[in-house]
Every structure is written in C-alpha cells, then in structure tokens.
C-alpha cells in the first residue's frame, strides 16, 4: 500500500513566512513560534517531500528553483484560505468572542481609550484585541477585523466610513523666539523642506525628523522646533504652552475612516463595535478639523 504524502496549510504558511522573510528569526515573530519551530518545520516539509526548498546562506534562507516554482501557487492557497475563514467568520450572529482592533496609538491613547471602555461595559461578552503598534494591518488576512485608519483612500474591498478631514496646523512652543532662522521639525522620510516651510519660513532648518505623531508633539513642547501636525493630537492635549500659530493650511485630503473587510460586513460583533466607534469619532468631527484650537497669538 503506497502511504500518501500530505501537505496541510501550516505547511504552506510556515513555506510562505521563511521565502517572504528570508530568515528564521523574522518568520518566527511573524508566526508567533519560536525560531527551533520554524526550522523543523521547514526541514519536515522537505523531507516528506524529498524535495529541498531554500539555500541556506549566512545572510538567511533563499528561495532555490524548487520554492519558485510552488511560491505563486502557494500565494494563491493563502488567499483561497483567508477567504474560507473571513466567510465563515462573516455569518458569525453573536455578541460574543474575540474581535481585532487596530489603530494609530495616538488615535487610542487620546481620543478613544474612555470610549473603548464604555463599549466594554456595553458589551461585556465582546474581547477586543487592540493593536497599535507601527505598520498598517492586513484585513483580508484577519490581522484585524476593524481599522481605524488616517488616509486619503481606502482599498475598495473595504467598507466603512470617513468620520470627518483632518486638518493641520503649524505649531510652537508658547515661548519660541520665531523672529530669526527658525527651526523644523519634519517626518523622516522627508529629505527637503516640506512645503510649509518654504512658503512660510523659507530659511528654515531641519532640527529633528522623527516617524511618530506624538514624538513630534513632545519635541515641539520641549523647544527643539515648530512642526505641521494633525490639529486633533495637541488640540486635545490642551497643554497651554503648545501653540497654534496663525498659518492657515488647507483642509487635508485625508480623513479619518472606521473600516472593516467586506466580507465580514454582517458579522455580529463586527457591525456593533464598528458602529460605536463611527458614532463616537464623529462626536469629535470639530476636534479632527482643527475647530477647537486654542489658538493663535
């Protein structure tokens, strides 16, 4: 009798973690193993299939002819896979059970940590995962079942709703001497003065470049510069010696959405969390459109 050999999906997804990884360790944080795990998994699969997969280099794993070759098909499984969970997870009727949260952390810390405990205490059997650490979640993949996200347009296999612009404003801190070379404070992608800048303090220089939102405030309140910020995060801070100077920007063509995958648009859970979240960030529209400034010497 021939035994069968049998590949199942933890195959293919520790197969996809180490080729799109290149390396044990990353794959490993990925999969949520430790790294001894991923490397007998990847040796098993091998061997049952007498077929060597990746390269193993001293700068990690590579993908050889043999893993080329299956890796599209492989993508292909990924996606076949998360479509059966998110579908069956999409007819779930009840207000109970896990559901993931993900949004920018200042977003949580300063506009909606009250709110997420009132909706504990409203729906006591619900047990969000929040997640709010750098980096956008896959929704397809069930990374997250809700995103609150700061962009201009969400993917189209995304529903949902824009709760309100976001404006910006230029700001300082109370004392800041603005009469002389001022100093920035940019993003750190940004390698020439932003634009701003120029038409507003074309001899600026670059003091700091930072890559978080509250970071930036925090250098602003220290005196190390003046920087262009979403108005919600020192509006609602309210520290008097933070500033808005009088600089009028445009309203931007970014908003702040509450999103969820098409699929699980009927999910019990799902709705009722997603609904209470645009209910309660649309309380603040004024706050995201810059309104409550305390404003402008």
Known sequence: MIKKQMT???DIRYFLSVARCGNLSTAAKELGV??????????????RHGVRLFERLPSGYQMNVAASSIYELALELEVKNQQVFRHLFGQDSRLQG????TMPHDIFDYCLSKELAEFKLLQPDILPNLFVAKGVKNLAAREADIAIRLTDKPPEYLIGKKVANLQHGIYSKSNMDLSEQVAIIVWSNESELPFW???NYPLAKVALRVDDLYSMYAAVKAGIGIARMPCYLPDVIRDMSVKRLPIELPLSSWGVWVLSH???RNTAKVRCCREFLTDRLQQRK???EGNESMYKD
């Open 8 to 10: 199942n999906w933890d």
């Open 34 to 47: 430790n790294h001894s795990t991923v490397s007998r998994r990847i040796q098993a699969l091998e061997e």
């Open 98 to 101: 896990e559901i993931n949260l």
């Open 197 to 199: 800048a120029k038409e």
């Open 262 to 264: 098409i699929d699980l």
């Open 286 to 288: 004024l706050l995201f």
